[in-house]
């Protein structure tokens, strides 16, 4: 397993991740559009296949994450992957790395949590707000739950 920076070469095999596990490139966070297939990021691959993916989006000395896909578990890849864009952030002299989960995923709330990342906001039925730009946004999600709300999650860097 070997971790790499996303570069042009790995954007067909990325589109075709991305489309797999999150059904479309678009995402929508705070109601703002990404298209991770060409956000920059980081890939981890295993035999030349993509096993996890991380992308992210710095702007004014703010990075966010976009999106975190690990198709090992349990392993520490999340982390690995997080951890690359945390040191990315801190080169780039962000004061801070954020993002947005919904209420239905528990696990990566608790993902996040245990790696020093705070709850910053509730953004209650916000999500009903992203499925104005992206209606394929399912109405239930993880265990069933219903996908109503964004969580923003910060960790905020030294300098």
Not at 74 to 82: F, M, R, T
Not at 98 to 110: E, K, Q, V
Request: proline content about 2%; some cysteine; glycine content about 4%.
């Amino acid at each position: 397993m070997y971790i790499k920076k996303v570069d042009d070469s790995d954007r067909s095999q990325l589109v075709c991740f991305i489309k797999e596990n999150w059904g479309s490139s678009i995402m929508v966070s705070r109601g703002k559009v990404h298209d991770i297939s060409k956000l920059p990021g980081f890939i981890a691959y295993k035999n030349d296949k993509i096993i996890g993916l991380i992308t992210y989006n710095i702007e004014n000395k703010e990075c966010e994450v976009v999106s975190l896909d690990s198709l090992e578990e349990n392993k520490g890849l999340g982390s690995k992957l997080l951890e690359k864009v945390i040191e990315t952030a801190k080169e780039n002299r962000c004061h801070k790395v954020w993002l947005i989960t919904t209420n239905d995923n528990t696990r990566a709330i608790r993902f996040y949590q245990k790696r020093d990342f705070d709850i910053k906001a509730i953004h209650i039925d916000a999500v009903n707000e992203s499925r104005k730009i992206k209606p394929e946004i399912p109405l239930k999600g993880y265990d069933n739950i219903s996908i109503l709300h964004e969580i923003e999650f910060e960790i905020k860097l030294k300098d």
